[in-house]
C-alpha cells in the first residue's frame, strides 16, 4: 500500500467515525437570558440619559413604522423640529428599545455647527415594543417622543 492511499484512507475513516457524534452532538444554546428583554436596563438607560432634567414631549419627531416587516432592520428617524441656534442646540439623542436585550439602540452628539439635529438609520428589534427617542438640549431641557412597532418575527438572537 502506498503512502498516499494510507492517508486517504484513514482520513475517510476518521471522518466515517466523527460523523456520527457530530449528528448526535445537541446544538449549543445561548446562556439563558442572553436575549431575553431588559426592562431595568431600560429604566436605567432612559434615567441615566435624563437625570433630574425636565422631560418634554414636544420638539422632537420620530418617524418609525407601525409596522416592521423586516425586525432586523426597522428604519428609524429621529428629527428636532425646534430652531437650532448657537446657543439653543440639541447635544446629544439617544434612541431605546424598550423591550430588546441591549435597550441602547444608538447615540448620536450634535455641535452648534451642525445646523440640524437628524438622523435616520435602522435599528433590531427583538419582538413588539416600544421605540423611544430621547434628545439632550444645551439648555438642560430633555425632548422625549415614543412610537409603538409591531413585528412579525424576532430580529435578535436570528
Known sequence: MKRRDFVLRGASLGGALALPAAASAA???????????DPAGFRQAFDSFVGSAPVVEDGLLLEVPALGDNPAAVPV???????ITEQLYCEEIVVLADLNPAPLACRFRFTPATGTAEAAFRIRLSQS???????????????????AVEVGSSGCGM
Open 27 to 37: 446544538p449549543a444554546a445561548a446562556p439563558a437570558g442572553l436575549l431575553a428583554p
Open 129 to 147: 415594543q416600544t421605540v423611544h427617542a430621547l434628545a439632550r438640549m444645551s439648555d438642560g431641557q430633555v425632548l422625549a417622543a415614543r412610537q
Open 77 to 83: 428617524k429621529v428629527r428636532v423640529t425646534r430652531p
